[in-house]
């Protein structure tokens, strides 16, 4: 549905040009939910634009349902971005409208009839669950509140894609949690293609199915959201995910542990069978897991087990080989050092 196909975007900031975003190739297909991850300065919000030409290209192509954006003129180009939505960190409501107001505005732009502008309204108010609040102006909402108004006003054309910057990044976590849950029933129920850039890590693992990293400008991975969380290529890829997942052994708890340190990785089903208990019994070795989490990533699990083995030398290293064989990843750690040997 979506072709990036080597683009460029350039500006010029004063005498030095700025490449916010470089040779960029990666196809969105149609009904997915596809996530652009990075931090600050990444060109994930540039990229984002390119799609409906809110941001010219420099080099390359964008080709969206078979139709390369730049070439579009006035009313190829007007009718490419009624049917694609876009909502944002901080809303952009017209603050003097009231709720039905602000939906209703794209409709009453797009020529509707004023019957069919209110049976549509009343229909998507009902979709995002805020039809109580029809005639309240945004001042009145909370943030969550915001946002649904914001979809409802993305969705009202009828809409084939929706565009999301940063959608979460000024809601609390329980309201994030609710309007991802919103967004998946909007690419479940509707059949909208969704594309959300966002530096939230948790936002990309709860609701995409494929996302792309970028930084500096380029895409450095890029794949199934799983595979790319649990098994990680690129080095900043790596280092994101550890600042975001931020889940290592508490010092106090390394420091206080006679002998080594076992870090176990389990994924897919091997992070719900008893693979531990197993091996230790066989060869009669005692173990203690000293920190452990299960964490699910597009609906999978992503199982971490820090442990020490009490057991004779020649014991413990036939469990952990036979361990080894049986997890998704086994690193070894050396207790004085607190960190992978």
């Excluded at 209110?118 to 915001?146: C, M």
């Excluded at 969704?194 to 895409?219: F, P, Q, W, Y």
């Excluded at 004779?312 to 960190?339: P, W």
Aim: charged letters at 25%; glycine letters at 8%; proline letters at 2%.
């Amino acid at each position: 549905m979506i072709r990036f196909d080597n683009v460029s975007v350039s500006f010029n900031d004063g005498k030095t040009p700025v490449h916010a975003v470089k040779n960029v190739s990666f196809n969105i297909e149609e009904n997915d939910i596809f996530g652009i991850a990075g931090g600050s300065g990444a060109g994930k919000s540039t990229l984002l634009r390119t799609i409906n030409q809110l941001q010219k290209i420099s080099g390359g192509s964008v080709t969206v349902n078979g139709k390369e954006v730049k070439d579009l003129k006035h009313k190829e180009l007007h009718d490419l971005r009624r049917n694609i939505g876009m909502i944002f960190q901080h809303f952009n409501l017209a603050e003097s409208k009231t709720v039905y107001e602000n939906i209703a505005f794209s409709l009453e732009d797009a020529g509707w009839k004023k019957q069919d502008i209110e049976e549509r309204v009343n229909e998507l108010l009902e979709f995002v669950k805020i039809s109580e609040k029809r005639d309240v102006y945004p001042a009145k909402l909370s943030g969550g509140q915001k946002q649904r108004v914001a979809i409802a006003r993305a969705l009202a054309n009828n809409t084939k894609i929706l565009l999301c910057d940063e959608p979460t990044s000024a809601l609390d976590a329980e309201t994030t949690n609710s309007v991802l849950k919103l967004l998946r029933e909007v690419n479940e129920k509707l059949g909208v293609t969704i594309v959300i850039i966002t530096h939230e890590l948790d936002v990309i693992k709860s609701i995409c199915n494929r996302v792309a990293v970028m930084k500096n400008g380029e895409v450095v991975e890029l794949g199934d959201v799983y595979e790319v969380f649990t098994n990680p290529k690129h080095e900043f890829t790596k280092e994101l995910l550890a600042h975001g997942q931020n889940f290592k052994l508490p010092e106090e708890i390394a420091g206080n542990v006679q002998g080594d340190i076992y870090k176990l990785i389990y994924k897919g089903d091997g992070a719900t069978q008893s693979i531990l208990s197993e091996v230790t019994a066989e060869h009669k070795v005692q173990f203690n897991i000293l920190h452990g989490k299960i964490e699910y990533i597009s609906s999978k699990p992503l199982g971490i087990l820090f442990v020490n083995f009490a057991g004779s030398d020649d014991s413990v290293r036939k469990v952990t080989a036979e361990i080894e064989k049986r997890i998704f990843r086994l690193e070894k750690y050396a207790a004085r050092y607190k960190e992978a040997v």
